[in-house]
């Protein structure tokens, strides 16, 4: 028998770092609206992918994009995607996480000039 087919989804743990401020993820909730949901003070802006002021970077885990109109390409560079940085009201984690972010503070509206 294959057990792993039917593996049911668990939430997974968000890790601040630096304050070590810990929340849990849904499977398939965006990361920044589990932030919300447990009122953690992420920065942010447009909530629907479009300004970049939510971005944050994974120092630890994996996550993906979902079936979003957000083109992560045109808010972060190259070089930011390498190392990490996501667009945090449109990327899920699918794995426990440990991120690095700015919380409380305002954030960098890049994608609205
Ligand atoms: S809040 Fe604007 S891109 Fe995420």
Same mark, same amino acid.
């Given at each position: 028998?294959?057990?792993?087919?039917?593996?049911?989804?668990?939430?997974?743990?968000?890790?601040?770092?630096?304050?070590?401020?810990?929340?849990?993820?849904?499977?398939?909730?965006?990361?920044?609206? !589990? !932030?919300?949901?447990?009122?953690?003070? %992420?920065?942010?802006?447009?909530?629907?992918?479009?300004?970049?002021?939510?971005?944050?970077?994974?120092?630890?885990?994996?996550?993906?994009?979902?079936?979003?109109?957000?083109?992560?390409?045109?808010?972060?560079?190259?070089?930011?995607?390498?190392?990490?940085?996501?667009? !945090?009201?449109? %990327?899920?984690?699918?794995?426990?996480?440990?991120?690095?972010?700015?919380?409380?503070?305002?954030?960098?509206?890049?994608?609205?000039?």
């Amino acid at each position: 028998m294959v057990f792993g087919l039917f593996k049911k989804k668990e939430p997974v743990k968000v890790t601040i770092k630096g304050t070590g401020e810990t929340f849990m993820c849904n499977p398939d909730e965006l990361l920044m609206k !589990a !932030a919300f949901r447990q009122k953690v003070d %992420w920065p942010h802006s447009c909530k629907v992918g479009s300004c970049g002021s939510c971005r944050a970077t994974i120092v630890e885990g994996e996550g993906k994009y979902p079936s979003s109109p957000c083109d992560p390409t045109t808010l972060l560079h190259k070089e930011e995607m390498d190392n990490g940085m996501v667009i !945090a009201c449109q %990327w899920v984690p699918t794995t426990d996480v440990t991120v690095d972010v700015e919380i409380g503070k305002e954030g960098d509206k890049r994608g609205m000039v």
